[in-house]
């Protein structure tokens, strides 16, 4: 990487971590023993081919400070994949749509990955436990149904910490599918707080986007519905993909969980951070690469 490139990346992200301020999160589930901290990476050469990509391809920086990057492998483990789907009155597709869409991913899946469904409402509903069973899945599927408004912060953080928190530290790659157009009306969680957590256990969140059906109305409180879409998938090194493109998105999603995560550890150089740390990852040219955006407060408040 030349001098200059370098000096402007840095200075971009001084500039961000002046800004860039989170809400406290509890305790941050992907420090080890030794103190180091783990991030799930994606990683792909532009070109497609099979070369290795390694931890000297890849620069770390937390508000702007380089790390040393201890470790950087290719994850083969499974997937558990949560898929929370809004199931509220005013969500523009019928129900024969939402399990075609969630179906995708039940043909899609590697072996040893699995599925758990919850819709949400005001209140997220479990309509199917941990499967690789496609038949079981379409049965369990009737049980969807359109009311109430779109409670989603709060279905977001019943996802994590009663369906995927109890999997950590085992389970490496824990997923979140959401299909929505990010529109919440009436969480008791507050967006800041339900992103932290997210980050907090490394949850990927990969989104099934609707347009939003406010049309762009003015949020108060929170960001606009596509916005909350985009600073979830960016937030957490996900991605977006339109909901009409459900079949595609499902096949990208499940061979990029398979083939192309990795882990990377190190040791932050400043663990006294009362404010969530701004993580910016780059690589080589010729390789892609995609991470979450920030950890978690080191020092509780």
Known sequence: MCSAKK?????????????FVFAQSRHNAKVTDEGSTILSVVATRKDGQG????????????????????????DPSPAKILILVDNSLTFRPDVEKLQKAIMEFAYEIFEGDQLYVIAYDEK??????????????????????????????????VGVNEVLLPLMPGTRKAVIVLISDGLDRGSAMPFDKTLAELQNYNVTVYALQQPDRTGGAYRRDQPKAAQIITDLTEG????IFPFEESQTAAKFICDELRKNRYLLSYSPLDLSSYDARRVFLMADEGINIRTKNAQPPSVKH
């Open 236 to 239: 957490t090194g996900g991605q």
């Open 124 to 157: 997220p509903e479990i309509i199917q436990e941990w499967t690789d069973d496609a038949k079981k899945m379409e049965a369990s599927l009737g049980l969807l149904r359109k009311k109430g408004n779109p409670y989603l912060f709060d279905a977001l953080s």
């Open 7 to 19: 000096g402007l990346v840095l200075s971009l992200l001084v500039l961000f971590s002046s800004v």
């Open 51 to 74: 070369k290795p990509i390694k931890s000297e391809n890849l620069y770390l920086y937390e508000n702007g400070i380089e790390q040393k990057i201890k470790n950087f492998s290719y």
